[in-house]
């Protein structure tokens, strides 16, 4: 996966067919393997991210934009891992600032609600259920980076944007509902 500068000539190359798919640099791994299996899931998360700005209101134009801005985020992420181990690092990576910025969208975000006095069930309107869906997503895609850095150890600042994440996809879902005027559900915990 290239930073922006990549060619893609056709869909299809067959040199996958034997069960192997190539890195940045022409190197192979298994299509099973941890980091395959991680920046998978980061591509699978940027398409529930697309339904999610494909549903949102134009009015919640704050929340589309920062679903946007992930959306761009995820691909520096899977170019990232994408990087074959030893080889060039790529152009573009997860740093700091992007850590920093997941903080900052966290907070403010989060005081767009009401302040939760329990655990929420992950619904509510469609776009605010689908946060909730790529949430999910999001803690896998965290899981899969640590198996991962258990074998290829990764850099600090992506293990960190990582797992504020789905802290920032369950505050836009709980910003979502309160502007849309849907209620939050907590869980009854009698049935």
Do not use: C
């Amino acid at each position: 996966m290239a930073a922006g500068d990549e060619n893609i000539p056709r869909l299809y190359t067959r040199t996958g067919d034997r069960g192997t798919t190539g890195l940045a640099g022409g190197a192979r791994v298994d299509k099973d393997s941890a980091r395959i299996r991680a920046y998978g899931t980061f591509d699978e998360l940027g398409a529930h991210l697309g339904l999610v700005s494909a549903g949102l209101p134009e009015s919640l134009s704050e929340i589309r934009a920062t679903v946007l801005r992930l959306e761009h985020e995820l691909y520096i992420a899977q170019t990232e891992l994408a990087a074959a181990p030893g080889g060039k690092p790529p152009a573009v990576r997860i740093e700091s600032r992007h850590v920093a910025r997941l903080e900052s969208d966290i907070d403010r975000f989060d005081a767009m609600h009401p302040e939760l006095r329990a655990f929420v069930l992950p619904r509510g309107s469609p776009s605010a259920a689908q946060l909730h869906v790529a949430r999910t997503v999001a803690r896998r895609a965290e899981r899969e980076l640590w198996t991962l850095h258990r074998e290829a150890p990764q850099r600090p600042e992506l293990l960190q944007w990582t797992n504020r994440l789905s802290d920032l996809l369950f505050a836009l879902a709980l910003a979502v509902n309160h502007a849309l005027g849907v209620a939050e559900v907590n869980p009854d915990y009698s049935t």
